[in-house]
């Protein structure tokens, strides 16, 4: 069974940084496409990185040059180094994987960036 733990979140000012991290179970992060998603209140959840088996990165614009997605194939890990947060930055960010034709969830992990 497919888990994914996120870990990392918290609460930075505007500028600082925050190192996300999705541990999971049964998959091998290396030989699938893993993402970070985040999704505020009411709204839909919005990919912010994505990074395939073959190792290329995705990014939302409005991330593009602060924020990092990397896989730890030792620790079984995919992470996200956010730099230069904004306080527009601040949600619940989610862990991604797709097994077959099923979507898999971590429970999220609350960012928050006070201005």
């Known amino acids: 069974q497919v888990q994914l733990v996120e870990s990392g979140g918290g609460l930075v000012q505007a500028g600082g940084s925050l190192r996300l991290s999705c541990a999971a179970s049964g998959i091998i992060v290396r030989t699938n496409t893993m993402g970070w998603y985040r999704q505020a209140p009411g709204k839909r959840r919005d990919l912010v990185a994505r990074i395939s088996s073959g190792g290329t990165t995705n990014y939302a614009d409005s991330v593009k040059g602060r924020f990092t997605i990397s896989r730890d194939n030792a620790k079984n890990t995919v992470n996200l180094q956010m730099n230069d947060l904004k306080p527009e930055d601040t949600t619940v960010y989610y862990c991604?994987?797709?097994?077959?034709?099923?979507?898999?969830w971590g429970q999220g992990t609350q960012v928050t960036v006070s201005s």
């Open positions: 991604n994987t797709k097994d077959g034709d099923v979507d898999y």
